[in-house]
């Protein structure tokens, strides 16, 4: 027996150290029941910041989306308003070509009506025209109504009306495609000094009482932008410097020129220039230091918003009594896509 129960106390012991070893298992698992409820916990306020994360995301991809829309709307009607502004000066502008094609088409039809009545007095002269008395008739009706300078006249006046017919044309183009919304509109590569020469033509009524505008061209590539969009800066722009220039007539200065991989453009003034304190303000929304009722306040920080679009730079130097100087710098081409980054 004693051999029996010497042989059975190792295994006894072996028992007795598996249940210890359970028993420490089972304190350590009620040890780590708080840290395991405290990760379970931490896993669902997790999955909730996650989704709570989507849902802040969804929402600002969507009022992205409606600032985006409303940057449109609200370029188009500053666009709008400011074609309001300027409708009085380009109906002027339109009238007057049309008023001398008018007049020079009545002139012309009254000289139209003395080569008839010449060449009715050559018809009647050709049975006689060996007679004395008629060809005297015929000569002395030439005289009187100078069909000499008719026939160097008519050219001329047709030149000129069509050249005034041109301009009429020229300006509606201008007009419309100034006007047109461009929600739709695809980025493209367009010649910057054309969309200037075009903007000056539909703002020349409001800046040619004022300024003389000087143009200092530089050697530029095409860049790609929205045409239309640029245009809307440099006539906002441009319209404000007129406004500026008080007094004696002023001069508007357009630079432009390329540095590396972008392009320039400088518009100067020589008007009243603006105070230190509000230069830093002249981009905020609304802001205006024209009497109320002259401006909506929106032009240069829609412009500011269309060069940021173009990830380009504005900038604005003045003096007070000196002028102002805007800069736009573009870049040449649109990396990572036209547009992408300031949406």
Known sequence: MDNASDFNEPRSAARLGELEALVLAANRTKEL????????????????????????????????????????????????????????????EINNPIGYVFSNFETLGTYIARLLSMLEAYQQAEASIGERAVLEKVSALRDELDIDFLIEDIPLMMQESREGITRVRKIVQ??????????????????????????????????????????????????????????????NIVVNGAHAITGERGVITIRTGCEGEHVWVEISDTGA??????????FD????????????????????????KHNGQIEAQSEPGQGTTFRITLPIRQQGGAGEGQQ
Request: with cysteine; net charge negative; proline share 4%.
């Open 174 to 235: 201008d007009l419309k495609d100034f006007s047109r919304a461009d929600a739709t509109l695809e980025w493209q590569w367009a010649n910057l000094h054309a969309g200037i020469d075009s903007t000056l033509n539909i703002v020349a009524n409001e800046v040619k009482y004022k300024a003389d505008v000087v143009k200092e061209y530089g050697d530029i590539p095409e860049i790609e932008c929205q045409p239309s969009h640029i245009n809307q800066v440099i006539m």
């Open 33 to 92: 029941e708080p840290a395991l409820q405290r990760l379970e916990e931490d896993i669902r306020k997790r999955d909730a910041a996650e989704a709570e994360l989507t849902r802040r995301n969804n929402e600002l991809t969507e009022l992205n989306a409606r600032l985006s829309m409303a940057q449109e709307q609200l370029i188009q009607s500053e666009k709008l308003a400011s074609i309001g502004q300027l409708a009085a000066g380009v109906a002027h």
């Open 273 to 282: 220039g603006i105070p230190k304190d509000i230069l830093s303000r002249i």
């Open 285 to 308: 929304p609304f802001f205006t230091t024209k009497p109320i009722g002259s401006g909506t306040g929106l032009g240069l920080s829609l412009s500011y918003g269309i060069i940021q």
